[in-house]
């Protein structure tokens, strides 16, 4: 039987990549592991492509592009400008490891983004910086202002969500830590689980993704690792006039 370190250890390239291990949470059991390496049709109750994005397997990744111009005539919001996808396979509580690359097109307020249930903790990726974002991107709950998004870098990410607490680790990256309540609440709609969100007319390529639940118990190390990580008092998102609407 496969241990869960084994297999975490094992699932993406790289020293760096393969150097991130949990801090928050213990890996109970591999829910979903997809390294894309056979082309075919999306599993739905693995992958849940969102606002009418394109996304296809292709060259040993999973590829997404925006919505075409026919879908955007339909519509009137939710346009699908950003290729968008999320995996409704995510445990409430989980870890989550993969690698992303985001090309082409053009940062918004919104995207890029990482996010684990909709609305509920995400990630926005500017060039300014990464801040984490909570409650339907009210609030800013973490931040690392040195870590500069680069269109076309792969990132490989390790994010733990359990209870009201979030890690995510970036390999060669920051660690942002971050509490909130509702982090321990469940999605009310939208995309559950892991969602990912590219730049505007830009495209996504997804990689080596492992999903876990969790067990009940924390890693032994948590605590004295919680009091090392940076923190930052939740500071309220102001909505400027003329801002777009988050989705």
């Given amino acids: 039987m496969k241990t869960a370190f084994l297999v975490l250890a094992l699932t993406l390239s790289g020293v760096a990549a393969a150097d991130l ?68 396979a995510t445990p409430a509580q989980c870890i989550a490891q993969f690698s992303v690359r985001f090309s082409g097109g053009s940062e918004t307020a919104i995207a890029p983004f990482i ?36 269109p076309g870098k792969w990132y490989h990410v390790l994010a733990e969500l359990k209870g009201g607490e979030v890690v995510v680790q970036f390999a060669d ?10 982090f321990a609440k469940p999605v009310e709609s939208g995309g559950n689980g892991l969602g990912i969100a590219g730049p505007k007319d830009g495209s996504v390529e997804l990689d080596n993704v492992t999903l876990w639940s969790v067990k009940a118990e924390e890693q032994v190390s948590w605590a004295a690792k919680r009091d090392t990580l940076p923190k ?13 609407k988050a989705e």
């Fill in 232 to 244: 930052l008092e939740p500071v309220p998102v102001v909505k400027t006039k003329g801002k777009a």
């Fill in 173 to 182: 990256g920051p660690v942002l830590y971050a509490k909130h309540a509702i």
């Fill in 21 to 88: 291990k949990p801090m928050l949470a213990q890996p109970d059991q591999v829910v979903l592991q997809d390294d894309f390496s056979k082309a075919g049709p999306l599993e739905k109750t693995h992958w849940e492509p969102r606002q009418g994005t394109q996304w296809v397997i292709a060259d040993g990744v999973l590829l997404g592009k925006p919505s075409p111009a026919e879908y955007r005539a339909t519509r009137k919001n939710h346009f699908g400008y950003e290729p968008r996808i999320s995996s409704p």
């Fill in 115 to 150: 996010e684990l249930g909709h609305h509920i903790c995400r990630l926005h990726l500017t060039k300014n910086g990464v801040e984490m974002l909570a409650d339907h991107e009210s609030v800013k709950v973490a931040e690392a202002k040195e870590f500069k998004f680069e």
